[in-house]
Structure formats: C-alpha cells, structure tokens
C-alpha cells in the first residue's frame, strides 16, 4: 500500500561525514514559500506608497500591484503545500495552532493580511461594480446577466456611490493600505523569524534574518510589478500598432506614460536594493569577525562550494549588474527590463542560497550535502519538489490575475 | 425587534465566534486527572552511553531497527554508531556507514585506507535521541504533534503531525527523519512502548558489552543516576541550551 520512500534521498548527495539522517528536506518549494510570499509583500507596499503616503507618480502602477497582489496571495500558501508531507493537515495549524511555533502564525497572519487585501481591493473597486452594473442594465444574454449578477455580488449590497460615500471609500483604503503596511512586513518578516530563529543552523541564526528578508521581498516585489507592467504595456502597444499603425496618437501616448511610470518606480527599487544588500553585507562580515565555532564550515560553504551561487550569481549578477543598470544615464525601457529580471533572479538567488546553502553542510561540521533538483518528475514527490512544481507555482498567479483582472480591471488609464 | 441587516450581521458574527468556541475548552477534569496534572513527575527517563566499552558492532541499530520497524534497508535509523580516528597529523576521520547497522567491516573509512601506524587514537560513540529537558523539536512543532511526556520523553504524534520537517531542521543532533512508510516526522522514543512496561529498551538489551543503560534521574539510589552523580559525564552540544538527557562517559572534545 504505502512505498517506502526516503525523503530527501533522492536529490541529496553526501560529502565527508554527515550524520545517518541528514537530508536535505527543505528543497525548492521552501525556497519558493519565502520568494512568493516576498512577491506578495513587496507588491502590496508598492501599492501602499501610493495610497498612504500619496506618492502620486506611482498612481499607475498602485492599482496594478494592488490587484496582483490579490492574485499572488493563494499562491504564497502553495509551496508550503506542495512541500508537506501530510498536505490533508494543511489546516491543522489553524485548528490546533501551537504558539511557540513560528509556523503556527502562519494562518493567523496570512488570514489577517489576505482580509487586508481584499477589502482594501473592494473599497477601491466598489464604484467600478456599480458602474458596471448600471452600464449592463440594458443587455441581454445571459452572458452579460451572469456577469450583471457577479458585479451585484461583488459589491455586497453597497450601491451608493456620491461623492459622499465614495470619500468614505478613500478614507478606508487609506486606512487599510496604512494598517497592511506594517502586516505585510510581518508576513514576511516572519517568514524570515522562521530560519532565523532555527538555532540549530548556523548559517540561518541571525536576529537580522526578518529585516533582510522584508528588504529583498520589497525588492522583489517591486521589480515583479515593474516587469509584469511593462510586459502588458508593451502587448497593448503592440496591439496599437498592429490596429493602428505605428505612427498612431495612442501608440506614443502609451510609451510616454510606461516610460514614467517606470522611471519612478525604479527609484523606489534602488533605495530599498541599496538596504537590502547593506544588511546582507553586514550580517556576512559579522559572521566572519566573530568566527564562531561554525565559520569554518560556513566559510568553506560560502567562498568554496556555492561561491558561484553566492558571489557571481546573488551579488553579482542579481544585485551589483542591476544596480549599475538603473544608474547608468539615459535609462531605457529595455534596460530596465533587463534589470528587474536580473533582480528578480538575484533574490531568488537569495532565497535558494539561504534555504538550499543553510542545509549544504552537516549539522556535524564534519560534511557536506549536495542539492540536485529533479527536473524531469518520475514520482509525484519528484514533481512536487522538481521543477515541474516550480513552474507551477511561477505560472498560478498569472491564471489567478487573468481571472481576477476580468472584475477588477487594473491596467489602463481609467477612472 | 428591529432586524436589520446591522443587526443581523453582528449576530452573525457572534454565532461565528461562539461556534469556533471548542467543545474541548469545557472539558471536566476527574480528581485523579486533575492531581496527575499539577503534581510532577516523580520519574525523569536518563540515558548513559559509556563510549569507552563500545565496540561499534551494530547489534543496538539492528535491534532498534527491527524493533520500532524503521525499513531495514534505508539509510535513516533512530539510533547510530560514529567511529573516530585520529591520526598523528591530528586530523579526526569520522564514518557511521549505513548508521553502522552492520558494524564496521572495513578499515577504510569513506573510501581512505588510513595506516594502523599512523593512528593515535580511536573509538566507538553510539548517538540516539537526546530527550532534551527543553527540546527545540517540541518548540517549533506548529500543531504540538511532538511533545514531551511528563517523565521527559519526547514523542511524536503520528496522527497529527503534518510532515513540515520544522522538527527535524530544530534539532541540532540530526536525531530526526521522515519515517519512510508514515510520511511524519520519526525518532527515538527511548523504546517508550517497552520502557514503560517495565521492559528495557530494544538498543539496551541488544547491547552485550553494557554500553548502554537507562535509568531514573529523579531516583538518587538507580544505579544509573549513581553513576551520573558520581562520575565525570559529558553531554552533547550542550551550547544549544537543549539540556540533553544522554549522557557519556569518555566522551572526547573532538566527537561532535
């Protein structure tokens, strides 16, 4: 009935002296639990500049990331998912919540931000589902009735929208944006509590580990916004031309506005890259001044076996040539493009040398371990842990965007 | 009464809230209950490894394998031997092939032959469950499926353990693993099926050269805890602040 399945045998391979029970257990869904959740985070600040500190060059884009992050949230909770080896028990730690468990907030928080979310969702949309209900009033069809009666749904019996209630709207999304800031830093503050506080690891334990995690989840989170927009500008203005030509009105007036959008929010980028990397600096030299009893492997681990991932990759690649980028005079779109790609990378960079370099090197000291992730699944736990899991985890918030999109409607210059 | 959609949304909410109340909250306890739970423990469970007697011949992994029925053919296993050598160079070698389930056959240690001239010292250290006093496992555990039972025991919860591996990354020993058949987190129980019907654990009776013993901390004449009070004994990363309750005699600096 059951097979006998060691888990972790099948993508770990042993150097020198590891003990009898060592795996790598956390594999790439764990790297991607705190990539998604930085995503979810990093978005919705990105939206709360505008709505709180009313930076009004990010107006654009506020709305984008606001509903992206809606379409993010369900799948900040999928890798976990996909990771555990009971996922029937998923609820469990809603249901008996152990509370000097890190992971056993995990439901509270996310429950608590999820609500954030969707009602500061619902307050900014409220007057686009009654408008949409008076503009499909005449139709007829059932298409357009079904859709009438979700708008009516949606808007949960609020159909009040003069300019007195629609103030009261603001005020509210105001309020959420303003309390969702700091429970977005703790949703993934806390995912960074969650390895920094395993004092088992010496490469995990570190009181800075929830900073560094909010800063490159900002990061990320802002570069991801910046990207999907301008991967969806770019298909609009494509189909500008294709149905007007290139020399067309609309075709300029869209790339003028992409340009500015962009060019301000990769200010936002820099500066939260620049805390990023400070902290992660920091926490490295610290390590290597006080040379406590684990530095000798981790340095072995650092600058020896994942240098290239460390170094070339993370810094490199993913933070220090993006960085260049973005100062570099005479910014272009595709330029940015590439920069937020790379950040993109260098974070997930992070991630996986955080959760795959944390468990490089045996608990011994004495050891090493070896990561190789399954890429074509013969099992369902190789397609889980795999690649294939990762590519579903990647491509769900897009399904979720396109459907979400279809009611909330985030992109282009309207109301 | 007026009933409004305020009103009945907040009765809604109330009903909500009184329905999430568990049933469980309201349990009563029985007399004798009540008192097991305020009174403490006059039973502590202590381990004592004497290392200078063991040979490294596996029958304890053999046994405690059949035992709690940990798939015989896979590397994991509640219980293991390491063998150190020390060479004249002073570099510590150390292997524990196939948790030395089999004991050690060969003299190469990972694929090195190492000359018998060139050895200064070596040994046997068996490893199983610390038991801690405040165990990192139990801490992390999001659903408290690991616990630790009043006499010092930690155990798992195979009915409730949701498989995160929290556990098995908190436990700064390396004791814990997914069991290959129940997908939950696995470890030593200090054999608690057998110890608390007054049997001795599996590892424990398989051992012919008294290498391991068990014992009650908490009763001044076991002969165990004689030996705890009485003689120099080590425990393991004790940096950690777990408080293991294994304890070694000739434990050497260099075993980690």
Known sequence: ?415 | MKFSRRNFLQKSIYGALAATLPLTAFKMLAPGEAAATLKESNLRWAFLVDTRKCVGCGLCVKACKNENEIPYDTPVTRTWVERYVVTKDGKTRIDSPNGARDGFTSPEMLGEKIEEKEITKAFFVPKLCNHCATPACVQVCPVGATYQTPDGVVLVDRSWCIGCGYCIMACPYGVRFFHPVHKVAEKCTFCYHRISQGMQAACVQACSFGVRQMGNIKDPDDPVTKIIMTERVGVLKDEYGTKPHVFYLGLDERVR
């Open chain 1, 1 to 415: 009935m059951n097979d006998i399945i060691v888990h972790g045998l099948e993508w770990t391979s042993k150097e020198m002296f590891t003990y009898p029970n060592e795996f790598i257990y956390w594999s790439i869904q764990i790297v991607m639990y705190p990539y998604m959740t930085g995503l979810v985070a990093g978005a919705f600040v990105l939206s709360s500049l505008y709505h709180v500190f009313d930076q009004k060059d990010l107006k654009e884009l506020a709305r984008f990331s606001l509903v992206f992050s809606l379409a993010l949230l369900p799948v900040a909770a999928m890798p976990l998912l996909l990771h555990l080896q009971q996922p029937l028990r998923a609820m469990h730690p809603l249901f008996t919540p152990h509370f000097t468990s890190a992971i056993s907030a995990f439901g509270i928080v996310f429950l608590t931000y999820a609500l954030i979310v969707v009602s500061e969702v619902w307050f900014v949309y409220r007057r686009h589902f009654v408008e949409q209900i008076n503009e499909l009033a005449g139709e007829k069809g059932i298409g357009a009735r079904m859709k009438r009666r979700t708008f009516k749904i949606l808007t949960l019996g609020a159909m009040d929208i003069d300019p007195e209630s629609l103030a009261k709207d603001k005020k509210a999304v105001r309020i959420l944006a303003g309390i969702g800031i700091p429970v977005a830093c703790f949703l993934h503050g806390y995912a960074g509590f969650i390895f920094g506080s395993v004092k088992a690891n010496a490469l995990w334990m570190s009181p800075l580990m929830p900073v560094i995690f909010i800063m490159s989840a900002v990061v990320s989170g802002i570069a991801l916004c910046m990207l999907t927009y301008i991967i969806i500008m770019e298909y609009k203005k494509f189909k500008a031309v294709m149905a007007k030509g290139l020399g067309d009105e609309s075709v300029k007036v869209i790339q003028g506005a992409e340009m500015e959008v962009i060019s301000k929010s990769s200010r936002y980028l820099m500066s939260f890259l620049v805390a990023a990397i400070s902290l992660e600096i920091l926490d490295l030299i610290f390590r290597g001044y006080t040379a406590m009893k684990s530095w000798d492997i981790l340095r072995s681990v650092m600058y020896g076996k994942d240098f290239v991932n460390i170094f070339i990759l993370q810094y490199g690649l993913g933070n220090l040539v993006p960085f260049i980028i973005l100062l570099l005079p005479g910014r272009t779109l595709r330029r940015v493009t590439l920069a937020t790609v790379l950040i993109l990378f260098g974070v997930f960079m992070m991630r996986w040398n955080v959760v795959i370099g944390g468990q490089a090197f045996s608990l011994s000291f004495s050891g090493f371990m070896h990561y190789h992730l399954p890429i074509i699944p013969h099992s369902l736990e190789t397609f889980k842990e795999g690649l294939g899991g990762v590519v579903l985890v990647l491509s769900t918030p897009y399904i979720f965007f396109y459907f979400i999109n279809k009611f909330t409607p985030s992109l282009g210059g309207k109301s």
